[in-house]
């Protein structure tokens, strides 16, 4: 699977390179039908790049190979990061986004890049699964042990007989061949055990078409409790 990954990552690089420059008109001025057809191209070959690295990181955690770097972090420039990752995604949809997080610094010891794959995967499907014109709410509270931080949307919500599958492997809430929502159910898995490797803890509430409620809790210093599951942390 990592040998595969690396094969269909090597061809991604030079293809969305290219659509880049065709996009800024350095290979010839584009009509505006053509740049949105190149911007579509671009579009779907970063869900493919983003699917590679997901199969990458899947190998690594499984082979408990995954490094994370651990520092002093404000997890308000992470929340930053991950909401204007995801903007442009929610404006397309009209689903208003908004915040809830303290003036002061919410300080806690983790990796900056694992955390913020970890909510913008939330926010992602806060979006994917949430209605034209919906809305999502990211919140964050300072706790005497750690940080928590709440993403919710008004979306279609989880059946209650799903709510403790969602985290499986490849697992995906709608298999069939007629499914509306695109993916093969790596993100959900990837936040589970990206938390888990925090030593933190992360809870889902959700009622079918009324919406879900993701809530994560980080210890604000770092724990040794994953140490007897062969995975590296340093």
């Known amino acids: 699977l990592q040998t595969i990954s690396h094969e269909l990552r090597s061809p991604l690089s030079p293809i969305l390179g290219y659509l ?21 191209m671009q579009t779907c070959g970063r869900n493919m790049q983003l699917l590679v690295d997901e199969l990458l990181e899947v190998v690594s955690i499984e082979a408990g190979n995954l490094v994370l770097n651990f520092e002093e972090l404000d997890i308000h420039l992470i929340l930053q990061q991950s909401i204007k990752d995801i903007r442009r995604y929610a404006d397309e949809k009209k689903i208003e986004m908004v915040t809830r997080i303290p003036s002061n610094p919410l300080w806690l010891s983790g990796d900056g890049r694992r955390l913020t794959e970890i909510f913008t995967h939330l926010l992602r499907n806060a979006v994917k699964f949430n209605n034209q014109g919906g809305k999502i709410t990211v919140e964050a509270l300072n706790k005497d042990n750690g940080v928590e931080v709440i993403v919710s949307d008004t979306g279609i919500g989880i059946p209650r007989e799903k709510l403790d599958k969602i985290f499986g492997l490849f697992y995906q809430l709608d298999s069939s061949s007629t499914r509306y929502h695109e993916g093969v159910g790596l993100g959900l898995y990837l936040v589970k055990r990206l938390v888990d490797l925090h030593s933190g803890a992360i809870t889902v509430e959700s009622e079918e078409g009324a919406g879900t409620i993701f809530s994560i809790s980080i210890p604000k210093k770092r724990q040794a409790a994953l140490s007897n599951q062969n995975r590296q942390l340093v």
């Open 20 to 40: 880049d420059l065709m996009k800024e008109g350095k290979a010839g001025e584009l009509t505006p039908k053509q740049k949105n057809m190149v911007g579509e």
